[in-house]
């Protein structure tokens, strides 16, 4: 395996979350509309280098140590079962998996590559630094089974759980990654959660 390309990422317009907005439908029209707009300014744009080329979305899983596919995920249910791990219970299926590395045994690349297989691996995976282990697991899975599930390594500083990931290829061995952040839950009067005003989209 060749040299990885470093990493770089950048921010596409101003980086900030909008907690008052208006109700959509309310007010002045072209009000509303701005403030969404403004939304899909908070987009985090960087850039990765594949191990495993594909396009992905989902909602981030951010762990806070490495995961051993072996003996540390339920291929049943993705259910993460290592009890010496701090996210134990938390579910990786569909998710976009994010974390410093794997860990743990050769065996980890069987256990991603049938947890692929049935459809109980995340969506993609997050590195920031390359795993021979888990891409041995997502090539196996391509190739046996047609089922792409992209590995990036890239710098994954700013993403938490419950962001929305996207994905996406560039040039060569270049991966495009978006983060679109989970806006803070805004409160009404009495603490009680505010209604929402409508969902955060927008592309780059």
Known sequence: MGALCAWQYWCVGDVR????????????????????????????????TFQLAGEAEGS???LSQALSFWGGVNVETGDIIDHSHPDLGNNIAGKILVMASGRGSSSSSSVLAEAIRRGTAPAGILLERPDPILAVGAIVAEFLYGIGMPLVVCDTSGIVSGDRIEIGMAEGTHAVIRTAGVPPERTGSGGAPAPATGDIEGST
């Open 17 to 48: 979350r909008h907690g008052r907005l208006r109700p959509l439908g309310s007010g002045r029209p072209g009000r509303a509309r701005r403030a969404v707009k403004g939304l899909e300014k908070s987009i985090l744009k960087r850039a990765g």
């Open 60 to 62: 981030a899983l951010v």
